[in-house]
């Protein structure tokens, strides 16, 4: 007789047969009445050159269970036990969340599995491990891995690559036999991350098809993929899943010692990668750390003013700031010793004398005084060789031999060791409450390789990462109004776990818009568009030396937590007043913006975009129409606007406050002049032609319910 649990919400269900220790079901909401229908469904043929039993796929299959992918767990002790023998120890459940309790009596080991279905629908897992024998030999822990079983029908993958600059890059393809499997050994998700994976329907994109999506909340290595075989996992096509990426040594549990894995991330979706991001973004909004206040518009001041820290420059630069509606000033690298260039000083968290006679709080001050919040840059887990910290503590630099490489004249900081960490922990705590800091932009420039800790002469990218999130936590439990901002070179380190602890992501380094659209389309999969930081460059873009004009810069970065970055003391008269025009702009949208639900078309060609956000109650929506470069048709056809409520009336009308946006074409389509209205459904399923932009243009459309 099965016992069956059903976990149902935002129209998903999750069902799990506890005696078998199967899971039945993840996906569209199921009727209670046809749960003794699925359950009595679950069981497949016998067939040829296989057991002599139905296969079945257990939620920890693993070898002994039958199951020729890779393993849910893989451990050992001295290089006995190695194939875990699992038997369910027992079970509890809630409405929301289901606990289920395994144990290998012969390893010594038992195993914890934690699923909870949030109320928007998606689903987490997590793993714990705990060591429960007294041999003298650890339990070596080699994989704790989520696998979940997906449907047949579900036969397309996608997930993302990318480079510095040119992150969140898509890649997509037919599920064959074998693993598509994603590992990460950069100490960090990189800006080649698999980001969000996803296994769907043949041609799912983002208003269309049925998926299944995994993404690993962890800041370090981890692995993420889809395995399909010929015999299937049970009745089930494939399995989804992943986990943290272990290095050899990396967890060694004594008796009594538990290793606890990081959360995944399972996001069904009934109708396209919209339907998946909605749930996601309403998930990341409930992090306890997620921002609760208006996103400040920013200036940064990297791409300004560099390392020449000139204190009367940087002070006109924040006071033309003000003067255009900036609402966050942030002083970026070049402001501590030793710093002329990127080859030395970091680690030397002090402030230069030689740049800053007075200090930081007479800057900070100002800041204050014109209004904005003042924010600073620091990369607290790098050091440079050329430092007084590396000098004085050579043994706090996370290596496997001194001679390891230097990338960007730099090496990493061990924090596992704790001296290290409480000296980071110090200085910033100093820092942020003798200059008056607000915001901290954390940046991180480089991968971890061969990650050896010498106080403890082990791999410890493991423990990186949790050290890590523990100074995260330490700094904003003595600071509860700090943000933070991940940055890693860029995008190399987005993930929910990093968004627990921080308030803001840098999507990229680059700020030219025709690659940033791309850029937070992709990123707007997993992450809420008003914790991606987006910010209007310079004239001529500093990473692809690619034109752009004012109007595009800022239609771009509209949508996003916006910012500035470039040296706006240089700007023209109607340059300034074109930017405060943008910063209203900003703040009569950002309450829709910043809580509304994203959306997507995907009825374009690759040169076009159509992207915007809908209010969570159908009121009003704004929404970016955008041409990146020359396509081959030469018309304009009608174009579905996505999202709005079908039985309601919209206004539609272009919004043109930024400035002129350039066309290709003679003459708009008609119906442009006074605007259109007519129901959600008809934008929706029918649509209305668009102007042909020019390239490198973007017109904003605005709909607001009659």
């Known amino acids: 007789m099965s016992e069956l649990v059903h976990l149902t919400s935002g129209g998903v269900s999750v069902v799990v047969d506890t005696t078998t220790a199967r899971l039945l079901h993840w996906g569209a909401a199921i009727d209670a009445a046809d749960l003794d229908a699925l359950a009595g469904s679950a069981t497949g043929a016998v067939t040829f050159s296989s057991f002599d039993a139905p296969r079945t796929f257990p939620l920890l299959a693993v070898e002994a269970d039958g199951w020729s992918g890779a393993p849910a767990l893989a451990w050992h002790r001295g290089g006995r036990h190695s194939a875990p023998l699992l038997r369910s120890v027992g079970w509890e459940s809630t409405e929301t969340s289901l606990r289920g309790e395994f144990a290998d009596a012969g390893a010594g080991a038992s195993v914890m599995l934690d699923l909870e279905l949030n109320t928007v629908g998606v ?162 909004r409930s992090f306890a750390a997620h921002p609760s206040t208006p996103r400040p518009l920013v200036l940064n001041t990297w791409e300004a003013v560099y390392f020449d820290h000139d204190p009367q420059k940087i002070v006109a630069l924040a006071e033309a700031a003000a003067s255009v509606g900036v609402e966050r000033f942030v002083l970026d690298d070049g402001w501590f010793r030793g710093r002329p260039d990127d080859r030395s000083g970091l680690g030397d968290w002090f402030i230069d004398d030689a740049k800053w006679p007075d200090g930081l709080r007479p800057l900070a001050d100002h800041v204050h005084g014109l209004g904005m919040q003042f924010g600073l840059w620091f990369e607290p887990e790098m050091v440079n060789p050329v430092s007084d910290l590396s000098s004085e503590h050579p043994d706090w630099i996370l290596q496997a031999s001194p001679d390891s490489p230097t990338w960007r004249h730099q090496k990493v900081l061990d924090l596992a060791n704790p001296d290290a960490a409480a000296y980071l922990l110090e200085r910033i705590d100093a820092l942020v409450a003798e200059v008056g800091i607000d915001f901290i932009k954390w940046d991180h420039n480089r991968d971890l390789h061969a990650a050896v800790s010498p106080h403890t002469g082990r791999a410890s990218v493991h423990a990186q990462t949790t050290a890590f999130y523990a100074l995260l936590d330490a700094l904003r439990e003595r600071h509860p109004s700090l943000e933070v901002e991940s940055c890693a070179s860029g995008g190399a380190r987005v993930d929910l776990g990093v968004l627990q602890r921080t308030q803001r992501v840098w999507a990229s380094d680059s700020n030219d818009p025709v ?38 810069r800022m239609a771009t970065a509209l949508f996003g937590h916006a910012g500035i970055e470039w040296d706006i003391t240089r700007c023209t008269w109607e340059e300034r007043a074109m930017l405060g025009r943008w910063t209203a702009l900003y703040r009569e949208l950002r309450p829709l913006l910043h809580a509304g639900v994203t959306v997507r078309s995907d009825e374009v060609d690759d040169e076009t975009l159509l992207h915007g956000v809908v209010a969570a109650d159908g009121s009003r929506a704004v929404f970016a129409w955008v041409r990146l470069g020359a396509s081959v048709d030469a018309y304009t056809p009608r174009t579905r606007i996505p999202g709005l409520q079908a039985g309601e009336r919209y206004r539609l009308r272009v919004r043109e406050d930024l400035g002129s946006v350039a066309r290709h074409q003679v003459a708009d389509p008609a119906w442009l002049g006074e605007g259109i209205e007519a129901t959600g459904a008809f934008f929706e399923a029918v649509g209305v032609p668009l102007p042909l932009l020019a390239p490198g243009a973007a017109l904003l459309l605005e709909a607001v319910r009659v």
């Open 123 to 284: 689903l987490t897992a997590q793993l714990s491990v705990t060591s429960t024998g007294d041999g003298v030999e650890p339990l070596d822990l080699l994989a704790a891995r989520i696998l979940l079983p997906i449907p047949a029908h579900a036969t397309e993958v996608l997930d993302h690559t990318g480079r510095w600059t040119g992150e969140r890059r898509p890649q997509r393809g037919a599920l064959r036999h074998g693993a598509h499997l994603r590992q990460v050994r950069r100490g960090r998700g990189g800006h080649d991350a698999p980001y969000l994976t996803a296994i769907g329907t043949d041609g799912f994109g983002f208003r269309r098809g049925e998926l299944w999506t995994a993404h690993v909340a962890w800041s370090g290595d981890l692995e993420v993929g889809v395995e399909r075989l010929p015999e299937g996992a049970g009745v089930h096509g494939a399995v989804l899943g992943g986990g943290e990426l272990l290095l050899p040594g990396e967890i060694r549990l004594a008796a009594g010692e538990t290793y606890v894995s990081p959360r995944v991330f399972l996001t069904y979706g009934e109708s396209g990668l919209d339907s998946v991001s909605a749930r996601l973004h309403s998930t990341a």
């Open 515 to 552: 690659e940033r659209q791309r850029i937070q389309r992709w990123a707007g999969t997993l992450v809420p568009p008003e914790v991606v930081g987006s910010h209007v460059g310079p004239p001529v873009a500093e990473t692809t030396h690619r034109a752009a004009s004012l109007p595009f």
